[in-house]
């Protein structure tokens, strides 16, 4: 009785996710042959918003996929997933080459604002809602996408990342390479962080992405200081400034760092926190705006 009892559950629950993460192959313009991943839940909301999600180096797409809850939470908001995945350099992305640090000229940046375009065109999607979240080398991509393409994405949350243009003129990017500069936390003016994301799209006065920075204190392999010359990056390029600390955001061990009202820039550090994705989908799915808080 308990065995077709289970049984019975399981082939529900089969069921009830239709739903899967599903490869796209043409997709459009995809200048460095990335590849291109879409989860659209069973229910989709009405004109939905698109999450881009960045795996990080040694990662694929149908790992990060089942790192976090993101898909769960697309199946109860409606929302849509892109999940690019590189099979380049180690699976790290191309966040130093100046194809991917400029607008509209190429490198993995292009191919993942294609994927976008196509979320968008073939699911009906709203482009006044896509965001980028993503991890180590994910999180490097996420900072540079928001840089490099404020008028696709309108808010982004780096996790373990570096500042956008950090690693600009490296051979690669990846914990392998020669020159660990960057990873190591690498020190620019406010002024001169922001000159860098300003000057990949020349003349552009359009909306700027929010941005959310997340870094473990303890993360030896891409140092705290890259968070924190990503907040000066970002808070330069937003017009806020450091404003105030509020101690255990989102848990306990946390550090929450606000910049003017909180709603264009925060960050987020976390004591004895290691080289981990750290994701809390509740507090990033509120960021974006697609749950409320």
């Not at 459009?28 to 659209?40: A, E, K, L, R």
């Not at 949350?157 to 500069?181: I, K, L, R």
């Not at 030896?220 to 924190?228: D, E, F, I, K, N």
């Amino acid at each position: 009785m308990f065995l077709q009892t289970f049984l019975g559950l399981a082939a529900t629950a089969a069921t009830c996710l239709g739903a899967s993460l599903q490869p796209v192959s043409d997709f459009g313009n995809n200048p460095t042959n990335i590849q291109m991943n879409i989860y659209v839940p069973d229910k989709l909301a009405a004109k939905p918003a698109v999450i881009v999600a960045l795996h990080g180096c040694g990662g694929t797409a149908q790992q990060w996929f089942s790192q976090t809850q993101l898909p769960s939470h697309a199946d109860a908001n409606g929302f849509i997933l892109v999940y690019p995945s590189t099979p380049h350099m180690s699976n790290c992305w191309d966040v130093q080459s100046a194809d991917s640090l400029t607008h509209g000229q190429g490198g993995d940046a292009a191919g993942i604002v294609s994927m976008v375009q196509y979320a968008l065109e073939r699911h009906g999607g709203d482009s006044e809602r896509v965001f980028v979240m993503g991890f180590s080398s994910g999180g490097m991509m996420t900072n540079l996408l928001a840089g490099s393409y404020p008028d696709v994405f309108a808010a982004g949350a780096a996790y373990s990342g570096v500042a956008f243009g950090c690693a600009a003129g490296s051979e690669a990017a990846t914990p392998a390479s020669s020159n660990q500069t960057c990873a190591q936390g690498l020190q620019k003016t406010a002024q001169e962080w922001g000159n860098l994301v300003r000057n990949a799209f020349p003349g552009y006065t359009g909306r700027r992405p929010r941005m959310q920075i997340t870094h473990g204190l303890a993360d030896g392999l891409v140092r705290p200081q890259c968070a924190t010359e990503a907040l000066k990056q970002w808070s330069n390029v937003l017009g806020v400034e450091f404003s105030r600390e509020v101690d255990g955001v989102p848990t306990g061990g946390w550090k929450q760092q606000i910049y003017g009202d909180g709603t264009k820039l925060q960050g987020f550090f976390g004591e004895g926190v290691g080289h981990a994705p750290s994701v809390n989908e509740q507090q990033l799915l509120q960021w974006f705006g697609l749950i409320s808080g």
